[in-house]
């Protein structure tokens, strides 16, 4: 009887635990900034080839290592790229999509004027 009330505790904990949902992503809870947001987002998924010392060998000549580099690059460029839209260029080319909450937080960052600070 004990094992049995047991197994529908543990089986019940499982079964709330596989329910749960991740948190939305709510880019409006606070300001999208390159320096608290975007840059980190760059910085662990863009720059291994989009830096300052190896654009030009495997970025495409894309140098993403300053806010003011990424801010002249064509927005619907960027934008169409990491959300993989069929026709553009996918990046990263390899490994996985960006988040979508990350792509959110970057078209934010792009929609509100790019804000630096």
């Not at 495409?60 to 839209?85: H, M, W």
Request: with cysteine.
């Amino acid at each position: 009887m004990l094992g049995s009330a047991l197994a529908v505790l543990v089986s019940a904990g499982c079964a709330d635990s596989k329910s749960e949902q991740p948190a939305p992503c709510d880019v409006d809870a606070q300001p999208v900034t390159y320096a608290a947001v975007v840059s980190p987002i760059f910085d662990a998924r863009c720059r291994a080839c989009h830096g300052s010392q190896v654009a030009n060998s495997m970025g495409g000549g894309n140098d993403f290592s300053t806010y003011e580099a990424i801010k002249r690059f064509p927005a619907n460029v960027l934008l169409n790229s990491i959300r993989q839209v069929p026709g553009a260029r996918a990046m990263p080319p390899v490994g996985s999509k960006l988040s979508d909450c990350d792509i959110e937080r970057i078209a934010r960052w792009i929609s509100t004027g790019y804000p630096e600070k």
